[in-house]
């Protein structure tokens, strides 16, 4: 049996972190589906901007629709919905078969909103609205400012994949959101099924401390705090408050690890994969990790995650002088900031191959 497979025995949810033209063309997105066990897809503006950047796959819808007048915002949304739609309706019998846990591909809103509430929830709503497509998330940012924006997105039916979160706290106040919109909707007396993830990063933590601490706690500290999260994770959904939603009728969402490609070439470039092999959690993998799991990866399906050992390895980095609350602030600053960055490429792309097209 494949290790894909068996993580998905298990019962985590194996999401591959691309999306390209040619992935879709190729069939190479189906054969993953099919034989890697994928039952999920993740998008952000740095993915786009490579796939529009390194192709010409693009470039015929781009020529036509120039000739429209349309901004390069409007013409990438429409490029991004034909990609993100054609892969949904590959994962759609999956998310009916799981009745709506599973089988989502996500999109992500302009992360120049990231701080702008009111203008997120407005284009979640239209964006998701555009695709006509039940599986799909769309991506909102974890920030202070944009957890109203999430509460409201869950509160309008718009099933939200939560991105950007760094730490148990940053995550414990996007459930908080979450939970607040599905009590909303059960008080006004609405459905309270509508599905999402929190998405929680994990590699950047290595590489932010990896010059800063001993070469012996090296690539511990990302796992650590996914872990102790997950136990956060854990804690809520069993509590009463989360119980008496579920028993109205909705589901948990479902945790996701996020940045989970090995950063440091010293290191396994599974490490991360099979350091959270967790139930009742999704991970969402970069094209070669997912190749490279399914070749050689190891899944013990008898292992338990040992949060005592992750508060201990906490332990070491905080005497280390790492302050998590403080580097969980920055990461989430500079992942709004990396991904804003790439959103900016991607538009002066599309406006190159425009000029150049005419």
């Known amino acids: 049996m494949k290790s894909t497979q068996m993580l998905h025995d298990i019962g985590q949810s194996l999401w591959l972190d691309n999306i390209t033209r040619e992935l879709l063309a190729s069939g190479t997105l189906d054969r993953y589906i099919h034989e890697l066990s994928v039952t999920g897809l993740t998008s952000n503006p740095t993915i786009f901007e490579h796939a529009i950047r390194n192709s010409t796959a693009y470039d015929a819808a781009i020529g036509t629709g120039r000739k429209t007048g349309k901004t390069a915002e409007s013409l990438f949304f429409e490029l991004a919905l034909e990609d993100i739609t054609r892969a949904a309706d590959l994962f759609r019998a999956i998310y009916e078969s799981t009745d709506g846990v599973d089988g989502y591909v996500s999109l992500e809103v302009s992360p120049l909103l990231a701080h702008d509430a009111k203008t997120t929830l407005s284009q979640a709503i239209e964006l998701h609205g555009r695709a006509g497509r039940p599986n799909l998330f769309i991506k909102i940012p974890g920030t ?49 099924n509508v599905g999402s993830v929190a998405s929680v ?153 425009i000029k150049t097209l005419e």
Do not use: C
């Open 201 to 353: 990063f994990v590699s950047r933590w290595d590489t932010a401390v990896s010059a800063k601490v001993p070469a012996a706690l090296a690539n511990q500290l990302g796992i650590a705090v996914a872990r102790r999260t997950y136990r956060a994770y854990n804690e809520l959904i069993a509590s009463p408050r989360y119980q008496r939603v579920l028993n109205a009728g909705a589901r948990p969402q479902r945790l996701l690890f996020a940045s989970t490609g090995t950063k440091d070439p010293k290191a396994s470039d599974v490490l991360y994969v099979e350091a959270l092999a967790a139930p009742l959690t999704v991970n969402t993998l970069p094209e070669a990790t997912l190749k490279a799991f399914a070749d050689h990866g190891h899944v013990d399906a008898a292992a338990r995650i040992d949060f005592e050992a992750a508060e201990a390895a906490i332990a070491k980095f905080t005497a280390a002088g790492v302050d998590l609350a403080t580097l969980a602030a920055t990461l989430q600053d500079e992942g709004a900031a990396s991904f804003a960055k790439s959103w900016n490429d991607l538009m002066a792309v599309i406006a190159s191959k």
């Open 144 to 192: 202070a400012e944009g957890l109203p924006a999430i509460e409201n997105a869950i509160f309008a039916g718009i099933p939200v994949n939560v991105t950007l979160l760094f730490s148990r706290e940053q995550y414990l106040a996007a459930a908080e959101a979450y939970l607040r919109g599905i009590e909303r909707r059960i008080a006004a007396g609405l459905r309270a």
